[in-house]
């Protein structure tokens, strides 16, 4: 396993030299001038030569793509435009709040959904079973925005129970991760059912059973674990897309989050916090696919790395 991870660590670099030139290309076809946005409203075009010269964004595009990844690898992210601050340091700033909501979403969507997953695959075309699914359709239906929209209103404006946005204690978590977690679970639930479905109709199960184990053993003890590898590569994916993706969410609840800066960095163009977001998303992807390799072979010994 420990030549399989370091050959695995050795990969991410050529993978994150691509992804960083699509993404400098990409971050440079966004319409509009950041050094007008910098310059102001009431900038001369003198004035705005000025700043393009001073940001570098006169010289020709493979010269300052050669500038950005050579500040990379001395680890220096730029300075934002709009704030004159580090990188580094506006992304630290917002990091954790992502984190943990993502966190906490996950920690719900997973659980409830292989109860529901479970519950439906023991109990297959039963009302259990047809209930649990109707849920689970219901769940990937509902747009997130409209979802976090309604509770904001019923919850936080109606009832009070909650605030309706930012971080002010433990309940500020509770509206926004329910709605990023809704879809997750509802997958979290289809893929449970469909694997543990499969895994129940093997042979070893029937041995099981035959031996006088209770039902609750088998399903729980024998079939969850060897259906989980199926759920556990879904669920790594849905961590990576909600931790670099929860950009509406945090929006409908003002979340200072990641997703947030990164709208706000695209509406005034700041390229260097663009930039080091889309990368640092791509790197949390990466590391999180190696994270659910290496958990094959917790859940079945039988993997081997190579």
Avoid: C
């Avoid at 695209?266 to 290496?294: G, H, K, S, T």
């Amino acid at each position: 396993m420990f030549h399989f991870l370091i050959k695995r660590l050795l990969e991410i670099i050529p993978i994150l030299f691509l992804v960083s030139i699509f993404i400098f290309l990409f971050v440079h076809m966004i319409p509009g001038d950041p050094a007008r946005l910098v310059a102001g409203a009431d900038a001369t075009i003198e004035d705005v030569e000025t700043v393009k010269k001073e940001l570098g964004l006169d010289k020709p595009i493979l010269e300052q793509y050669v500038s950005y990844i050579t500040n990379l690898f001395q680890g220096d992210l730029g300075t934002s435009l709009k704030t004159k601050r580090p990188v580094i340091e506006e992304i630290s700033d917002r990091f954790m709040p992502t984190f943990w909501l993502t966190f906490w979403s996950m920690v719900w969507a997973v659980a409830v959904g292989l109860l529901i997953g479970v519950i439906s695959a023991t109990k297959r075309n039963k009302w259990q079973d047809y209930l649990g699914m109707f849920g689970a359709v219901s769940g990937l239906s509902l747009p997130s925005f409209w979802l976090g929209l309604m509770l904001i209103q019923l919850f936080a404006v109606t009832l009070g129970w909650f605030p309706t946005g930012g971080i002010e204690s433990w309940k500020s978590y509770i509206l926004p991760a329910f709605t990023l977690g809704t879809g997750v679970a509802a997958v979290v639930a289809r893929f449970t059912r469909s694997s543990l479905m499969d895994v129940l109709k093997e042979d070893y199960i029937r041995t099981g059973r035959s031996k006088g184990l209770s039902e609750h053993k088998v399903t729980w003890g024998h079939g969850l674990r060897n259906a989980m590898i199926p759920v556990v590569t879904m669920t790594g994916l849905q961590f990576g897309f909600l931790l670099g993706g929860s950009v509406v969410i945090e929006t409908v609840f003002s979340w200072p989050g990641l997703g947030k800066l990164l709208i706000d960095s695209v509406a005034y163009r700041d390229y260097p916090v663009i930039q080091a977001e889309m990368l640092i998303f791509a790197l949390e992807f990466i590391l999180i696919n190696l994270i659910v390799d290496l958990l094959y072979g917790v859940l079945n010994p039988q993997i081997r790395y190579e």
